[in-house]
């Protein structure tokens, strides 16, 4: 079993909303760029962007103009679902690097992506791009039931998306797809299509309790490996929320084997992954989901073996 740390709540210098709480709820997606932590949250229309060191309140970076509905129901009906972020490596088309954000896919209004450019020290310094990522969807969408992308990797012209599985007919999968001058078209096109399905791998993670763990979140290793995290919700599809009775953490290695799999002491909904290679040890930044707007979302600390 695997002990992490608790490291700070998710709190901001203001609300995302008028009558929501000054922090981030549900932080589904993590990623840390030069001296910030970006944070993104399933269930606003912002990212939180945080200081790396520290505990200081963090800030808003808004994606979309408008306001969510208050209410729980409707608000779920019309949230863009960001699920991913992951780190866009910086190239000619992104000197300084981006960020991607990504909707989860599992509904129609789901199906977008916010592109964030970098400059220097991880400062954002454009305004965030909207991209219609329907086109990325349709790639796949006869070919996995239940679409629900958790986590998502950026490799060039290649992109490997994590599904996240459930007790109904998901199940969890790696779908690596390759889009042909993929960051360029992020930063210059307004929607991606021709995306082409290269393969779909599937991961049986074990279960708690009778509930399967399900990707939630995953980070590329220098070496071709995936760190992820999972967690055992107690749902049966791609919608609705449920208990979360267990989580884990663990490495597919660059041939797409399961390596490592660890479970948490605590069963605590980490949605969130950053991880730095530290010798032999991968030391991890995780992000939970509180399921709750109520409450703040949290940073955890661990260690894992290599």
């Known amino acids: 079993m695997l002990k992490v740390h608790h490291v700070r709540d998710l709190d901001l210098r203001q609300p995302p909303q008028r009558g ?4 981030l709820s549900a932080a589904s997606g993590l990623v840390q760029a030069g001296e910030f ?7 606003e229309l912002h990212l939180g962007v945080f200081p790396a060191q520290g505990k200081e309140a963090g800030t808003l970076l808004r994606l979309r103009a408008g306001e969510l509905p208050d209410a729980t129901a409707a608000r779920k009906a019309v ?9 866009i490596a910086p190239s000619p088309h992104h000197p300084g690097g981006a960020v991607l954000a990504m909707g989860s896919g599992s509904r129609p209004n789901r199906r977008v992506g916010f592109l964030i450019e970098l400059g220097e020290h991880g400062a954002a310094i454009d305004a965030p791009r909207c991209i219609d990522l329907s086109g990325i969807f349709a790639a796949f969408d006869d ?46 096109d307004e929607s991606i ?3 082409e399905l290269k393969q779909i791998s599937y991961f049986d ?26 967690i055992a919700e107690d749902t049966d599809d791609n919608y609705a929320d449920g208990r979360c009775v267990g ?3 663990g490495i597919i290695n660059a041939s797409g084997n399961l390596r490592t799999l660890r479970r948490l002491v605590n069963p605590l909904k980490i949605e969130g992954i950053e991880a730095r290679v530290d010798g032999a040890l991968l030391r991890l930044l995780l992000a939970t989901d509180a399921d709750d707007y109520r409450v703040p979302a949290s940073l955890y600390t661990a260690e894992l073996a290599r």
């Open 205 to 230: 993670l074990g279960d708690v309790e009778g509930v399967p763990l399900c990707f939630s979140d995953g980070a590329a290793l220098p070496d071709g490996s995936i760190a992820f995290t999972a």
């Open 143 to 188: 070919r996995v039931k239940d679409v629900n992308i958790e986590g998502a990797l950026v490799e060039g012209d290649r992109l490997r998306l994590l599904q996240r599985g459930n007790k109904g007919n998901g199940r969890n999968a790696i779908i690596e797809l390759h889009c042909e001058r993929l960051s360029h078209r992020l930063r210059h």
């Open 247 to 249: 989580a884990a953490v």
């Open 193 to 195: 299509d021709g995306a």
């Open 79 to 87: 949230k863009p679902d960001l699920e991913t972020l992951t780190p």
């Open 20 to 23: 929501r709480p000054s922090h």
């Open 37 to 43: 932590l970006y944070v993104v949250a399933d269930d």
